[in-house]
Structure formats: C-alpha cells, structure tokens
C-alpha cells in the first residue's frame, strides 16, 4: 500500500509540473493585458467586480484608505467597502497600494494637507507602510504588494523616493502613468518600480479601448490598462463600454491572457 501510495503521489507531481509548464508555455504565446484601476471607487464596487466576476477575469485594484465601521448606516455593521473588497481578494482580484492618502500636486487642486509639496520623504513611507497594513486586513493571504504612484509621481521635492520603498521592501513592483502608445516590449529592460501604464481617460471608446489591446497583441508585448471610474465619478467611461471590452477580451483568449499585475510582472520578469 505505501509503494502504491508512493507511485500515485509521483505521478499526481509528475501531472501537476507538467500542466504548470503547458499553462505557462500557453501565456507566453500571448499578448499580456493588465487590468488595473485606481483609488478604491464605489462604481468599482458595484459595476467593476461584477463585470469582472461575470466572465471570470481577474485584475488589480490600488487602493488609497477605507472606510470604517463609523461611516456605516449602522454603528458595528461592516462597511461595504471593507465587505466589497475582502470578497474580491477571496474571488483572486489584487488588491494593491496607492498610499493613504493619493498625494498629488496643489495646482491640479489638491488640499495643502494631502498636497504632494507638502509631503516628506518620512511621511511618504509612513503611508505606504500603513495602507500595506489595512490591506494585510483585508487580504492576509497576499504577502507582497505592488503600489501605483499616485499621480504618477515619484519625486518628493527634488527627491525620488522609489530608492528607498525598494532598499525597505515594501513594494514588489510598481506602475507609473503613460498614454495609448505606452505598450511594453522590451522586457529586459522594463525596470520592475516604474512600468508604464495607459491611463484611460473620461469618454474612452470600446474601439479605442480595443486598439489598443491589438497594438499590444502585434507586437507580443504587455498593455497595462489604468481605469478610474466605470459608468460615474473620475475619469469615467460608460458601464457598457467596460462591459463590452470585457466581453471581447474574453472571446479572445487565445490571443490575450488577461491577468492582474504582479502576476503579469512575475511572467515578464522571467523572460
């Protein structure tokens, strides 16, 4: 009995080895498209995750802080926020960081409490270090985190903080900001904490977002799609835009492999 148990233990190995390196032999014939969206919005919750859940596609989301039980109709009801994306790590979505609390630049509007020029390198890893906490709450099976430059900046005054969130360890990868022609081919030398991403501005297309996924597919490269709002607040595009592009990139899987983005970072920087 133990020989036979033995053998049926080295052919199950033997079986799952070969299936991990058939499926990733399958994704590496294919374009790679990252579906990444910003700063934690309810129309993310409400049409995004279902969207994304209804034809199985998994993807990023970089959040800023969460709401607590002291925002809720109810004192010591769970917050939808904080149900909404536990349920989405536990249905395989990252969940990633995008600091506290998303400083940016005074002149785009900005309040001078959260504005980047107000900011310390110190102040930087104390939020970056924080939200990878909460997020620890709400996703403890995720040891590692990507981040997303909030406004796509990295520079503290004259200071680029990326040096030292890398020397702490406190992110695995990082993406920054980019437009339609940002699509990534040369993987050798695609630095990990700066990969460029398009961010998919207000009135988007579906045949715009189409484009450029085929763009992507010509040349075998990565496309990192960066989303706001789905059918209301920032940067929005229509609910039945979002939907519709999901759609086609599900009838198309066997020339797009859709993934979230340290998964997608983990492929690439193997190659």
Same mark, same amino acid.
């Given at each position: ?37 910003? &700063? ?12 994304? &859940? ?6 990023? %989301? ?21 149900? !909404? ?7 395989? @979505? ?7 609390f998303h400083a940016c630049p005074e002149?785009?509007?900005? /309040? ?9 390198? /110190? ?15 709400? /996703? ?6 990507? %981040? ?8 503290? !005054? ?27 081919? &040369? ?11 398009? @961010?998919?501005?207000?009135g988007t297309t579906l045949s715009e ?13 990565? !496309?990192?799609?960066? %989303? ?16 519709? %592009? ?5 009838? @198309?899987?066997? &020339? ?9 970072? /983990? ?5």
């Open positions: 009995m133990k020989c036979k148990s033995g053998l049926t233990f080295i052919l199950a190995l033997c079986f799952s080895l070969s299936f991990g390196q058939a499926k990733n032999n399958e994704n590496s014939k294919r374009a790679i498209i990252c579906l990444t969206y910003d &700063d934690g919005l309810e129309s993310q919750l409400t049409t995004v995750l279902p969207q994304l &859940d209804s034809v199985g596609l998994k993807a990023t %989301f970089f959040l800023n802080s969460i709401q607590g039980s002291s925002q809720s109709v109810i004192i010591g009801q769970t917050p939808e926020a904080v149900l !909404g994306w536990t349920n989405a790590a536990k249905n395989g @979505h990252e969940l990633a960081n995008h600091t506290l002149k785009i509007g900005w /309040d001078k409490s959260i504005a980047i020029e107000n900011y310390s390198v /110190d102040r930087m890893i104390t939020e970056i270090k924080t939200e990878n906490i909460i997020l620890g709450l709400l /996703d403890p099976n995720r040891k590692e985190r990507s %981040f997303a430059f909030p406004c796509g900046n990295f520079l503290i !005054g004259d200071t680029d903080y990326i040096p030292v969130i890398k020397k702490m360890g406190l992110i695995t990868y990082a993406r920054g900001g980019g437009d339609s022609t940002s699509i990534i081919t &040369d993987f050798k030398n695609l630095d990990p904490i700066k990969v460029p991403s398009w @961010h998919v501005w207000t977002l189409i484009a450029f996924a085929e763009k992507v597919k010509k040349v075998g490269g990565m !496309g990192v799609y960066q %989303f706001h709002g789905i059918g209301g607040q920032i940067f929005q595009i229509s609910k039945e835009t979002h939907k519709a %592009f999901l759609a086609f990139l599900k009838q @198309h899987q066997e &020339d797009y492999w859709v993934t979230n983005f340290s998964e997608a970072m /983990d492929a690439v920087s193997k190659k």
